[in-house]
């Protein structure tokens, strides 16, 4: 049989085709199928139960300060916090890693053994009596832990460009990296339901603990089996430059064009604050809806609405992006900053606010849900168009240290926010994250200056092989 009669991809682009070529007679047609797809399935099943335990104890503080005796909301915000902390110096040497040969694979591997490690070390106490488990150096356990599956947070932030480059076509790119990267706001959905249901009493803590192990085994089992690399030869011109980028040297020189590139830092700046407030935001939203207002029970699901929207509004923004907007991803990018301010601009209005008392717009249940379902959609539909933007504007450079360099400036987006946010009265954390999206959308229209040179690189390949 041909390769031409063997489906490979949604795509029939040449110079996949010929990188996939070459991986069909090293291993067989059906894994030149199905490689691309479950190794970007257990991404985003990595991505997802990833976000789930960092948030496992936040999601019932209440349940968890009961079972371990003496444990303050203090410390249960550094169980939290230890994401951020642990991220920004460990994703520079993430970044550097996914330029190594097998760097991605390798990467994706380390992941989710840290994953697994750290739920499995979250577990120790239960095994001790209630009065050991009142002892802080017990709790070491639960920290190192969640400095573990911290150290995973840069891996699943700074490769979903790199894996799209690697193992998809360009009018595919987009929306792999939307599916790789929507994993993070399905996880957090996951976090406000699966702590709640099964620990809903202190004795139930160890349940949850175990049912996060269990989690933690799939995608580690499945990598164990079978952990692809990449195609043979593929990227001979997109992913070429990873390869050759193996040295702590050259990624040194990569850090300094990063750097240097204007267009690239405002883009990622503007990205990355976006991102690491909302995310703030979003912890704080039980807040926002505080009783007697609004029931505990109705902000925790309006937390789950916004996550899922998360989850509907990356996927979307992918697809639409890969469908009408190659080579313009910067107006669908603005469209989406500009559309999240206006609903976060209502949103405002409509709780407690320092402009308006009471607030301008009706507080109904209803109301809300809706305003925070269209916020979430668009915000999160920012996140796979900047990574994909900062990709092609800094071609050749690897796709693993522009997504790197977003993700840092994420976490530290998020680091400030959390250190800033008990002095910032609760009535303007609404409109910081307005003010957020409307100069994103406004920055990245007249600052960034748009360039696709990865899909120009692309696009003379495949004239090239056509010929």
């Known amino acids: 049989?041909?390769?031409?009669?063997?489906?490979?991809?949604?795509?029939?682009?040449?110079?996949?085709?010929?990188?996939?070529?070459?991986?069909?007679?090293?291993?067989?047609?059906?894994?030149?199928?199905?490689?691309?797809?479950?190794?970007?399935?257990?991404?985003?099943?990595?991505?997802?139960?990833?976000?789930?335990?960092?948030?496992?104890?936040?999601?019932?503080?209440?349940?968890?300060?009961?079972?371990?005796?003496?444990?303050?909301?203090?410390?249960?915000?550094?169980?939290?916090?230890?994401?951020?902390?642990?991220?920004?110096?460990?994703?520079?040497?993430?970044?550097?890693?996914?330029?190594?040969?097998?760097?991605?694979?390798?990467?994706?591997?380390?992941?989710?053994?840290?994953?697994?490690?750290?739920?499995?070390?979250?577990?120790?106490?239960?095994?001790?009596?209630?009065?050991?488990?009142?002892?802080?150096?017990?709790?070491?356990?639960?920290?190192?832990?969640?400095?573990?599956?911290?150290?995973?947070?840069?891996?699943?932030?700074?490769?979903?460009?790199?894996?799209?480059?690697?193992?998809?076509?360009?009018?595919?790119?987009?929306?792999a990296t939307a599916v790789a990267y929507l994993g993070g706001n399905l996880g957090s959905a996951v976090g406000f339901l699966l702590g709640p249901y099964l620990a809903d009493e202190p004795a139930h803590v160890p349940l949850l603990l175990w049912v996060t192990l269990a989690l933690s085994l799939v995608p580690l089992l499945a990598l164990m089996a079978w952990c692809p690399d990449k195609p043979r030869h593929a990227g001979a011109d997109t992913a070429a430059p990873l390869t050759l980028r193996a040295s702590l040297k050259q990624y040194g020189r990569d850090l300094v064009r990063t750097v240097t590139n204007m267009s690239l830092v405002i883009l990622s700046a503007l990205g990355g604050a976006q991102a690491g407030i909302a995310s703030a935001w979003s912890g704080v939203l039980p807040q926002i809806l505080a009783p007697p207002t609004y029931?505990?029970?109705?902000?925790?699901?309006?937390?789950?609405?916004?996550?899922?929207?998360?989850?509907?509004?990356?996927?979307?923004?992918?697809?639409?992006?890969?469908?009408?907007?190659?080579?313009?991803?910067?107006?669908?990018?603005?469209?989406?900053?500009?559309?999240?301010?206006?609903?976060?601009?209502?949103?405002?209005?409509?709780?407690?606010?320092?402009?308006?008392?009471?607030?301008?717009?009706?507080?109904?249940p209803a109301l809300m849900v809706i305003l925070l379902v269209a916020a979430g959609f668009f915000q999160s539909a920012c996140d796979p168009l900047f990574y994909e933007m900062a990709a092609e504007i800094s071609y050749p450079m690897p796709e693993g240290t522009s997504a790197g360099f977003i993700a840092l400036l994420f976490n530290v987006a998020t680091l400030v926010m959390l250190f800033v946010a008990p002095v910032i009265a609760m009535n303007l954390v609404n409109t910081i994250m307005t003010l957020t999206?409307?100069?994103?959308?406004?920055?990245?229209?007249?600052?960034?200056?748009?360039a696709y040179h990865r899909l120009k690189a692309d696009t003379r390949s495949d004239l090239h092989v056509s010929s």
């Open 1 to 175: 049989m041909s390769l031409e009669h063997v489906p490979l991809l949604a795509s029939d682009s040449p110079p996949l085709r010929n990188c996939l070529q070459n991986y069909k007679f090293t291993h067989g047609a059906f894994w030149v199928r199905i490689a691309p797809w479950y190794t970007l399935i257990i991404f985003f099943l990595l991505t997802t139960f990833q976000t789930t335990f960092w948030f496992t104890f936040s999601s019932v503080p209440d349940t968890v300060t009961a079972y371990y005796p003496g444990m303050t909301d203090d410390d249960l915000d550094l169980l939290l916090n230890w994401g951020p902390i642990i991220f920004v110096p460990v994703v520079p040497v993430v970044s550097w890693y996914l330029t190594r040969p097998s760097g991605l694979a390798h990467a994706m591997l380390l992941g989710a053994a840290l994953c697994a490690l750290s739920c499995a070390l979250r577990l120790v106490p239960c095994f001790l009596s209630e009065s050991a488990r009142s002892n802080t150096h017990v709790w070491l356990f639960l920290h190192f832990g969640q400095i573990l599956n911290a150290a995973a947070g840069p891996i699943v932030m700074a490769a979903p460009s790199l894996l799209s480059a690697t193992w998809f076509a360009v009018e595919q790119r987009t929306t």
């Open 295 to 364: 029931s505990s029970v109705f902000s925790g699901w309006c937390g789950c609405a916004y996550s899922i929207a998360g989850v509907i509004g990356n996927a979307s923004a992918g697809l639409v992006g890969d469908k009408f907007f190659v080579g313009r991803l910067k107006i669908l990018l603005v469209l989406s900053y500009f559309f999240s301010a206006l609903f976060f601009l209502l949103f405002a209005l409509s709780t407690c606010n320092p402009y308006t008392d009471p607030p301008l717009l009706p507080s109904a």
């Open 437 to 450: 999206m409307l100069l994103g959308g406004l920055g990245t229209w007249f600052l960034v200056k748009e």
